[in-house]
């Protein structure tokens, strides 16, 4: 039974810095590409990052430069830092395996955590 539990988000100015963990069980994430993904309101859910096992880190061009995505396979967390936040980041992140629909193991998400980018 896979499980994700995501957590750090929250309330943040403009400029302003988060930074989002992903805690996972049940499953060998440590084997699989991950993705932290994003729903804006409205909006379907899109990839914003990814990470493989061994550390090769993929980007949406919206936060290139901005968001930072990194794992630790030893204590199955992969974590999104984010800094200079825009109000267009506000969404609830959910991360996954990168490749999600390839298997309906990993049809299953986390709660997620809301981030809120708002003067």
């Known amino acids: 039974q896979e499980k994700l539990v995501e957590s750090g988000g929250g309330l943040v100015q403009p400029g302003g810095s988060l930074t989002l963990s992903c805690v996972t069980s049940?499953?060998?994430?440590?084997?699989?590409?991950m993705g932290w993904f994003r729903q804006r309101p409205g909006k379907q859910r899109e990839l914003v990052a990814s990470?493989?096992?061994?550390?090769?880190?993929d980007y949406q061009d919206s936060v290139k430069g901005r968001f930072t995505i990194s794992r630790d396979n030893h204590v199955n967390t992969v974590w999104l830092q984010m800094n200079n936040l825009k109000p267009e980041d506000t969404a609830v992140y959910f991360c996954?395996?990168?490749?999600?629909?390839?298997?309906?193991?990993?049809?299953?998400w986390g709660q997620g955590t809301q981030v809120t980018v708002s003067s």
């Open positions: 996954n395996v990168a490749n999600w629909h390839s298997d309906p193991i990993f049809h299953s």
């Open positions: 990470i493989t096992p061994d550390d090769k880190a």
């Open positions: 049940g499953i060998p994430y440590n084997l699989y590409k």
